[in-house]
């Protein structure tokens, strides 16, 4: 239930504005009480997270689409009897009301959550009915397709209303209008999976917390909402580290995936090197592809014939053939959204240059309701090359956002986070400390984050929570200093509470950068078992070993995967300005750790040969037979789980790779002795298991950047061992 709220005089003020100026329209329609009841439904849901951002959405989209097309609607019978049929359904707010009268809202709020989603996506079509330069676009013989799509959202209009007064038993299905106009059904199969791909990291807690970030999300919604021929459709957010840009994309992605229409969700992560450039246009097509059929369609109808072109590396080529191609021949029905996250992750400079040329030079050729939005830091390559396009915008967050809103925005977060959510409460913990901590974090919602989490005790144990606030204000004091500096004395500080004893400190800050070295140096963020037996088959007979745990436990603000509930998820910076810290010895002092280290790939790659000299084995899978392909075993990823623990995955796919970067200039003669004498009888034993690995796993591609490598250390071993 949800508490009550007074919806007085001040919320049907700005109806009455609405009417006011809708007053030629009202002598001939009564739909200005129509649009009035959206604006108090609105009202009405203001507390509700799960309906409010679609109801507000609806809201503006009711009042634009209606002041365009409100002589058509006149005109068009059709578009009539839906505008009748959804004024109808707002009838319901005088029953919503009269439930908030009696003590909160009662009815289901995943109806109301329905009933705003289906207006959205209705509005979206009666836009582009409306459009000229759309239906032209359109074949005459799509227009039966188009009648009776009106049909379908009068009737689901009708049955919503039904379902909210008792008088339907069965959920009514949201109408989704995402294609006017796609290519002809193929009667062949549409298989994708060739196409490279990596899945999205969407989740609640990388989201803003509801009632925070109104102010850039209205913006930002605005934008993607808005007529296709009068905004660019790029949005470049831009802003430093920490400054919540990422919570902002993944909110705006969480609600166009309930709308059903986002299109793709893409992050770069200078964590994660599997995250490459390269999958960025084949994610979005095969993602596009799984949201629709027709796209579905019009992609296979482009590339299916040539298996080469699927495969393609080559970023131009991507685009043109995977995106291009594909969309020309769609027509879109209101917005559908691709987010890139982090583009400034995605590579140095002369890495994302032909990225950037592509989005400059040929995302104008977009459809005309596809939206993109990018975030990123202000890296002077990025908006160099985005800065002069007309279908690209660029927006500092601190320009969109005000820090008054900013500073209320961090004091919601704080004040959730250390107070209202947290059962027991945490003695000493107040308004005041969280006054305290908006001020101190000048707008970085990461310094929020990590200052939370070490008040609530992730970090050294044996401290009250208010002793714990003390010390990281004590601390924090200071003159104020730049957005990074900021985060680099938290940082250090966090740290430094953790590494203080004298007589322990040099052996604590040694198993510091042996486990975060081996963290930020892996290829692909692994648990902390799995990272534990890396290392531990890294360390040669008779060598101490000691569990990345007892350093790891107490980083729980800094890195993900590392606290006892969270020992099923890999471990990661939360944030990359911590792996940025970590990596530049002149922020990091004494907790600096060489990722360059040669030494660092070498033990991860002997780890990988020994551990798949320990576990590979023929038919690891135990498959009934080798005849049947692999998409055809409906149980194989179950198989995968069992039967391939993930330092055996880690190792099969990477252990080339570590070999290749501790390569020094290339040259084999440096390697460990331990390295070569592995990797004979890793050939002639286990070459064809790891191949079999590799299949199931989807990954045979990589064996031939491996042979490559393997063929250049064999060739320079062989030349040792024939002059010897």
Known sequence: MVRAKEVGGELLEGADIVEEALSPIVKKTDFSAFIKNVEVFVGIVDTIAEVHPYAKMAWLLVKGVYTIVQDQIHRDDKVKDLFLQMASLYEIVENLRLQLEDGGIKSSTELLSRISKQTVNCCYFIRDYASPGLMKRMAKSTFATVDKRILEYTDAFKSLKDEFHGNLHVETRVIVSLVLKGVERLETTVDLNDMSY???????????????????????TTWANSDSQDHPSILVLTGPAG????????????????????????????????????????????DLAD???????????????????????????????????????????????????????CGDAGTREQLLSILKTCADNFPPNLRLLITTRPEDDILTHLQDAPHILIWRLDNISSSIETSEDIRLYTHYHLISSRKPKLDGIDDECCRRLVTMSQGLFQWASVACSQIIGTGKPGLTARERYELLVKGSSGPRVDQERLLDKLYLQVLRQLFTEESTGALELARFRSALVAVLTSFEPMT????????????????????????????????SGVTASESYIPIRPLHTSFRDFLTTKQRSFEFSVDVAELQAHERLCLASLRIMKRDLAFNICKLES???????????????????????????????????????????????RQIRELLEPFINEKLLFWLEVLSVLGGVALALSAFAIVARVLKSVSAVFLES
């Open 198 to 220: 990596y899945p999205s990291s969407l989740g609640p807690s990388k989201r803003c917390l509801f009632g925070t970030r109104e102010e850039p999300l209205e913006r930002m």
């Open 243 to 286: 400054t919540g840009k990422s919570a902002l994309a993944h909110t705006m992605a969480h609600q166009f995936r309930e709308l059903e229409r986002l299109g793709s969700s893409f992050g770069f992560d200078r964590n994660e090197s599997t995250r490459s450039i390269k999958l960025l246009f084949p994610t979005i097509a095969r």
């Open 291 to 345: 949201l629709n059929d027709d796209i579905r369609n019009a992609l296979w109808a482009a590339v299916g014939k040539s298996k080469e072109i699927r495969m393609t590396q080559d970023l131009s080529l991507q685009f043109e053939n995977l995106i291009a191609k594909p969309l020309k021949s769609i027509v879109l029905s209101g917005p559908v959204l691709v987010v890139i996250d982090a583009l400034d992750e």
């Open 528 to 559: 902390l078992e799995s990272l534990n037996n890396l290392r531990k088959a890294s360390n040669d007979a008779g060598e101490p070993y000691v569990d990345a745990k007892v350093v790891l436990q107490y980083l729980g603000s800094l890195l």
């Open 626 to 672: 080798s005849y049947v392909m692999n998409e055809d075993i409906l149980d194989l990823p179950k198989r995968i789980r069992d039967y391939i623990p993930e330092r055996l995955s880690y190792s099969c796919r990477f252990w080339a790779r570590h070999l290749d970067v501790a390569l020094p200039n290339g040259m084999a003669l440096e390697i460990p």
